[in-house]
């Protein structure tokens, strides 16, 4: 059995998990290794701004950077979605209060529409019929939020709109109708090739953008199964609108995660909901054993500056206190001046405030949560509050589905879960999950638990991360390696001569 080593060893420690969007600011294999060795444990391409040519490139420098350092690392293509979005200017333009703007629906692409001077003040939007989801006097928000308007005037697909503050309105710039329901396709022709891409070059994950109902989740399985039936791609939902907070917990249900995109929700919701609303998709997330993300302008200011803000430090801490299953940098380790160093301080965030939580207390408050028609849920449970009854050092889990070191997960327990399996895909995606420590091993087929066990210790101790007398709770199915059911936990004390065969 083989463990890679691991060049990281406070990632054994960090619970919470770090998600880096890679671009041009580190999209060289000395950043990568660099955003590695300081904490990054998923690496997310966001297919907004992304071609294949370049994304392959930079899937090529990960994978190899992560099998240089013997670590997991999960790989997310990030898709674009249904985003509305405004153009016909070939500049940045300056908009003043009060002064009226037009604003044309068109299916044309950005490159096919006559662009105006900018004195002219005509845009257009791929929103369809932006004149039957306004009336006078609703709100239309402009460059990601930042720039406010109100419609004046009803046109045959087009509004006149007036500027209620001064701004810039930069290329492309994000247009927004809090509320309405958008009669835009889920998935668009590039977000079906960027999917199929995904699945045909064996990324870890996919983040949907823009999710709204369950059947969006289905339809993405349909294509990925037709592309390439058995694939183990994971979806994440990116929870970004009205109707999909209408609909999450079907989501959360079908769904392999949750990403909570505060940019885009931050304008779809008044702003001062957002914080419970993050809350509550957390505590529902983890209580249902899936992992979730707490995305956008996390340490914004470090995209420019060497230090965070106090209340960036303490936004970033407060998602760790809420269990988040990870937090993640976009512009800060995409477009930022120093990758590296934003990583270090979240991760410096992460372990002060995880170093100044009771996890041992939170497990215990979960136990209202154990799904009693789930035996392994169950044994998670007892496992969690058996590792620590009895003080052990550790959680050991052999896993081929990866379902027993979620379940251990769902409880946050104060000790590591090491998770041990065969499958490659897996390895790397168990490094989104909360507490959870991925380690590759050769099949366990046809192997006895106590000989699976014995070498699994001699690993982690060979690693450092154990020592002779420590205690493991394991858990695991028997027969080994088959996806059944969890069965199994055993205590066992590392170096202990007492092991016995299964008769």
Known sequence: MMLAPSPVRQQTRRRTKIVCTIGPASENPDCIRDLIREGMNVARINFSHCKYDEALNRVRMLREAR????????????????????????????????????????????????????????????????????????????????????????????????????????????????????PIPFMSEKDRKDIRFAVENDFEYIALSFVRTAKDIADVRALVKEVRPGSPIRLIAKIEDKQALANIYDIIRDSDGIMVARGDLGIEVPIEELPGLQKNIVRRCYLAGKPVIVATQMLESMTEKPYPTRAEVTDTANAVMDLTSAVMLSGETANGAHPARVVNMMARIIDRTEAATDYRTLARVTHDYVDRGNITNIMAYSAVETAHDWNAKAIAVITASGIGAQALSKYRPGIPIYAFTHHEALYHQLALNWGVVPFRIEDPDGQLFSEVAKKTMAALRSEGLVANGDRLVYMASSPLGKRLPTNTMRCEVVGDKAFHDEP
């Open 67 to 182: 099998e240089e350092l013997g670590v997991p690392l999960a790989i997310m293509l990030d898709t674009k979605g249904p985003e509305v979005r405004m153009f016909g200017y070939s500049k940045p333009v300056l908009l003043a209060k009060d002064e009226t703007l037009y604003i044309e629906s068109t299916d044309r692409q950005p490159e096919e529409v006559t662009v105006h001077p900018p004195e002219k003040k005509h845009f257009y939007t791929n929103l369809p019929r932006v004149d039957k989801l306004c009336q006078t006097g609703t709100r239309v928000l402009l460059q990601d939020g930042f720039i406010e308007t109100e419609v004046v005037q009803l046109h045959q697909g087009a509004v006149t709109v007036r500027v209620l503050n001064d701004g810039l309105l930069k290329d492309k710039a994000h247009l927004a109708v809090p509320g309405a329901d958008y």
